[in-house]
């Protein structure tokens, strides 16, 4: 019983849902990081939707939807020494486009790109060179290297390679992300976060499922049940 017990939670956590904690502050206030259990969300990540990846490897069985702008997704570092492995930024630059941040928007193939409504109302992306902070003065306070994707206008860093993504950080100030490290291969992403189901107070759906009116029928019917 033990076995098949086992075994049915491991598949269900490697094709269909997983939950994760989130690790840090960078997506506040849409996701608080916190490790105290009661202050901290907890969220489910969809794993069938950007198609399945074999087990305990980073390649897809096969490729489902495509990832699209502002999914907030679950993801693999691409940093070889990071701390955290496992991070959750949002999707802002898509395959093959040209990105720039300015102004405290998104700006893509030279156009800025509108918030969704789900976006922090105070939204805005930082960047060091238009604040007048270099990336020598960095060094000398042992901050940090300085931001880079998105942010210089050569293609190397400017430039969403194929099969990639740009990831940031709602908290901007306080987030590190694509702006540091680069873009992400599909590869990488484990899925996209559908709601955060603790604690209680913070409960939230991503996707729309709970709005729908078989949702609440369903809810209806289970109220008069019980």
Request: hydrophobic letters at 40%.
């Amino acid at each position: 019983t033990i076995l098949i017990a086992g075994s049915l939670a491991l598949a269900i956590r490697w094709s269909i849902a997983e939950p994760f904690r989130i690790p840090s502050g960078s997506m506040e206030p849409t996701l608080r990081g916190h490790p105290n259990f009661l202050i901290g969300d907890r969220v489910f990540v969809n794993k069938w939707r950007y198609g399945l990846r074999y087990p305990f490897t980073r390649k897809r069985i096969y490729y489902g939807d495509r990832p699209q702008r502002w999914d907030i997704v679950v993801f693999r570092t691409v940093e070889e020494d990071a701390s955290k492995k496992t991070l959750v930024k949002r999707i802002a630059g898509m395959p093959g486009e040209h990105v720039h941040i300015k102004g405290g928007r998104l700006h893509v193939n030279g156009e800025p790109i509108p918030f969704p409504p789900d976006m922090p109302e105070d939204m805005y992306y930082t960047n060091e060179l238009e604040m007048g902070i270099t990336g020598e003065a960095l060094r000398m306070i042992g901050q940090h290297e300085p931001m880079r994707y998105g942010i210089l206008p050569d293609d190397e860093y400017a430039l969403v390679p194929e099969g990639h993504y740009f990831l940031l950080g709602d908290n901007s100030a306080q987030s590190r992300d694509g702006r540091f490290w680069g873009w992400v291969p599909n590869d990488h992403l484990l899925g996209p976060v559908t709601c955060i189901w603790w604690p209680p107070l913070h409960i939230r759906d991503f996707t729309g499922f709970t709005r729908t009116w078989w949702w609440r029928s369903l809810i209806a019917v289970l109220a008069v049940l019980l």
